[in-house]
C-alpha cells in the first residue's frame, strides 16, 4: 500500500483555514470589508478573477429531535457562494448563509490571502476585530439564555 506524503502541519493547516472560513461566513459584508482594506493597506491588492461569479441557491437543512433522533428535513435556507482566483495564484472559496453576493465574494477574497503565507499573519490580524465581535455577541446572547434558566427541585412527600 502506498500513502501520499503530507506536508507537514497540514491537519492544523487545514484546521485554521476552516475557522477563518467559518469566521468570514459569520461576519457581516462591513467586517469583511473592513477586514479586507486592513489586509492589504499599504500593499497592493491583488486583481481577483471570478472561477465561479457569486450565485445564489437553495439547500435543504435538515434537523434531528433531541439531537440524535432520525433526521428530519426542516426547509429550504438560501446560501450564497463565490469562487476566484487572485492574479498571483491562490484560489479562494466561500459559502454563507443568505443572499449577498458581495460578502461571498469578499470571503473568496479573504480566503486567498489567508493561502498566501507572507499574508496570513495580516489576514488573521484584520479578521481579530471581527472574531471579538461576533465571540461578544454569542456571550450576550449566552448570558440572555442563561437569565431564563429555572431549576426545577423535586421533593418527595413524606421525606424530612
Known amino acids: 500500500?502506498?500513502?501520499?506524503?503530507?506536508?507537514?502541519?497540514?491537519?492544523?493547516?487545514?484546521?485554521?483555514?476552516?475557522?477563518?472560513?467559518?469566521?468570514?461566513?459569520?461576519?457581516?459584508?462591513?467586517?469583511?470589508?473592513?477586514?479586507?482594506?486592513?489586509?492589504?493597506?499599504?500593499?497592493?491588492?491583488?486583481?481577483a478573477a471570478d472561477l465561479r461569479p457569486p450565485e445564489t441557491g437553495l439547500v435543504m437543512a435538515s434537523g434531528r429531535i433531541g439531537g440524535d433522533g432520525r433526521p428530519f428535513n426542516l426547509g429550504e435556507v438560501s446560501v450564497t457562494r463565490a469562487a476566484i482566483r487572485l492574479a498571483d495564484g491562490p484560489a479562494g472559496f466561500a459559502?454563507?448563509?443568505?443572499?449577498?453576493?458581495?460578502?461571498?465574494?469578499?470571503?473568496?477574497?479573504?480566503?486567498?490571502?489567508?493561502?498566501?503565507?507572507?499574508?496570513?499573519?495580516?489576514?488573521?490580524?484584520?479578521?481579530?476585530?471581527?472574531?471579538?465581535?461576533?465571540?461578544?455577541?454569542?456571550d450576550r446572547a449566552a448570558r440572555r439564555t442563561a437569565a431564563t434558566r429555572v431549576d426545577f427541585l423535586t421533593l418527595a412527600r413524606g421525606e424530612v
Open 95 to 138: 459559502y454563507h448563509l443568505g443572499r449577498d453576493r458581495a460578502k461571498a465574494r469578499l470571503a473568496a477574497i479573504l480566503d486567498a490571502l489567508w493561502q498566501d503565507p507572507v499574508r496570513r499573519a495580516r489576514v488573521e490580524a484584520a479578521l481579530a476585530p471581527a472574531a471579538r465581535r461576533l465571540a461578544a455577541s454569542r
Open 1 to 47: 500500500m502506498t500513502t501520499t506524503p503530507r506536508h507537514p502541519g497540514s491537519e492544523g493547516e487545514t484546521a485554521a483555514r476552516q475557522a477563518v472560513m467559518a469566521l468570514c461566513a459569520e461576519a457581516s459584508r462591513a467586517d469583511l470589508e473592513a477586514a479586507l482594506e486592513a489586509a492589504v493597506s499599504g500593499l497592493e491588492a491583488p486583481a
